[in-house]
């Protein structure tokens, strides 16, 4: 809060100034553009295309470019039409019209005053022809260096054209306004309206010469691929031809169907050998003794089995009649009745055959199975040959696959480059033959005037100088280390404030007037104030008779303090001495008329002892010079004379020098208090810090600071002009 408090006192300190620079800023813009000429704007737009392309992306079956692509399309158009070459073809253009139209944009024909109509004619053409061929101004050519110094004074070169020149997207749309800002309507429009014809043509000619020779490189490259994939084909068929290889994948697939199928007809014929002979030998072996006699007692066997069943099962009927027909023997029978079925049915189904039919029979099957085993065993030779050779075949075709399909990979890799070559120029081809996208939709005309700036201009000055002048004042008050007040002075030294003296306006300061009755609220009212305040602090905080005052450096108003304090105790009624110790610059001395020197009094000269103890103002004055009090006397005797005095005097004070000389602190060592003088808006710097730890270092003898010229401007007057009238 204080520092806001100081900045609003450092403005109002300085109001005149923040008033008087914005007027006169206010004052010179306005003398400025009072004669600024109205600004009129025309628009062009040009449809690019880019993001609305749908008739040509259907033509060309193409993906439309989105996203950043198109941002850096928009960008580049844009930058394209700022290009020198561009803007050169516009400045012919205004040359031209200006030189042969009857009402031109901007008359040239005082520049051309000095020449004859010879001189314009070849001028004239050499626009017109620098024109046609799209080409700028030689400058090492005088006579097209003179013609370029004629366009940039007229302001019609590239440079003056693209400072009045806006171009920019509208928006995310697909168009490009082109504006220009002139002095007259008429050559606005012409501006835009020429700038984005010759963009467009100069655009076209560039695309269709990029396509031409996109085109002319795409089909040269279409009919080297073609001669490639007509090699690689080449060499496939005469390879095939060569080898009688027709189809490998047919031809593999129909081997190995082959040889699976005669590998099955393997298996079936061992499968019919095993067969065969294992049947041999089991009708071999029914041709034994032991196998005949098995099959000739088969018969009797089960009959004797039936007839043995037949006895049981009758017995078992006798026992079920004799029984009463008991459930116990039913179930016998039943069972016994089963077994003898089954035995009856057995014998049913057993052949009786004749032994002699049945060798016969065996014999004529072993025959047949002889022969069965011989054509198998004769067709397995066979088959194997066969099997072997279709393998043969098989391992034939190995090679010939692996050469077939590298060539015939080679065939389509050339292929698939030749249709991807072919496919560009048909896209190139056909994108040649298309119209141009860039179009001009709507063309430039001569628009109203803008509304003038000049009252803005007017006001934006004033506002400009005013924030200036605040930034200005504000960076002086932040690198301002100054001390402007008190509690400043206090918090910076961290040493007390006795208290503080306003400053009083004027050379002379007449301290009996200011101690008559003088008006409330006058600036000798409130000096008066000030000085009966530091009084009573001082009396509250002296602790001895003699008081000593200093400064950190000179001229600080430590001569008007020690005459206005002395006055100020002599009106309390006390017997006041003023010493004036200041040999370097004794201001008291010359001002007063001293009656005895203290250079006299303490050397003890016969004629300086002070006689005069009325309650007035004693003053002891020096004769000045390069010297100090230990240089007059000793120690002692000075420490003698002073005690002498404290008997005479209630209060003693002594004016000394600044800190930066050593005779103020020989003053202080015989002094009881010592109190400083800081000036308001001086600031502490390095040097003095030192001051301020001897200051600390004191031992209690410093009574406080006095902050003087308090609350008023920091202008440095003469201390012995102050005290002429005490």
Known sequence: MDEIKKFLWLLRKHRYTIIIIPVIAILITYYLVRNLPNSYVSQARISTGLVDDSRQAALLNAISPRGQEVVQEFSSIVEMMRMKKILDQVSYKLIIHDLTAKKPFRNPRTLFKEFNPEQINRALKVYNNKYLKTEELNLWNKEQERLYHILTTIEYDSESLLNDLRINRAGDSDFINVEFRSENPELSAFVANTLSSEFIKYYTVLRKANQRKATTFLRKLVDEKKQGLDKSVDSLRNYKIRNRVLNLDEQSSQLYAQILEYNNRRQEVIKSIASNTGALNEIDRKFEPGERRYLESALTRLNQRIIGVRQELQALYDQYIESNFDEQYKMSIDSLQSILTAQINSTNDTYAYNPLNSKEELVRQKLNLEIQLDLARYSMHSIETELNDLNRQFDQLVPHEALVQSLERAVQGASQEYLDVLSKFNQSSLESGLSEKLNLVQSAMPGAAEPSKKMLLVILSGIISFVFCLVVLFVLFFIDNSI??????????????????????????????????????????????????????????????????????????????????????????????????????????????????????????????????????????????DKSVLEIADASRIKNKFDQLKDSFDIIIIETPSLYYNEAKEWINFSDDVVLVYEAGKSITESNTSYIQYLKGLNGKLAGWIFNKAGRDNEVTADKRKAKNV
């Open 484 to 625: 402007s007040s008190a509690k400043e002075l206090a918090n910076k030294t961290q040493l007390p404030v006795l208290g503080q003296l306003k400053m009083m306006n004027g050379e002379n300061v007449n301290l009996k007037k200011i101690w008559s009755d003088l008006p409330v609220n006058s600036e000798g009212h409130y000096f008066k104030e000030s000085l009966r305040s530091v009084r009573f602090e001082m009396e509250s905080a002296l602790k001895g008779k003699i008081l000593s005052i200093s400064s950190l450096r000179g001229s600080e108003g430590k001569t008007l303090l020690a005459i206005s304090i002395a006055y100020a105790f002599k009106m309390t009624g006390k017997r006041v001495l003023l010493i004036d110790g200041n040999f370097r610059n004794p201001d008291i001395s010359r001002s007063a008329e001293p009656e005895v020197f203290l250079e006299d009094y303490f050397k003890g000269a016969p004629d300086s002892v002070i006689t005069r103890l009325d309650p007035s103002v004693t003053i002891m004055a020096n004769r000045g010079g």
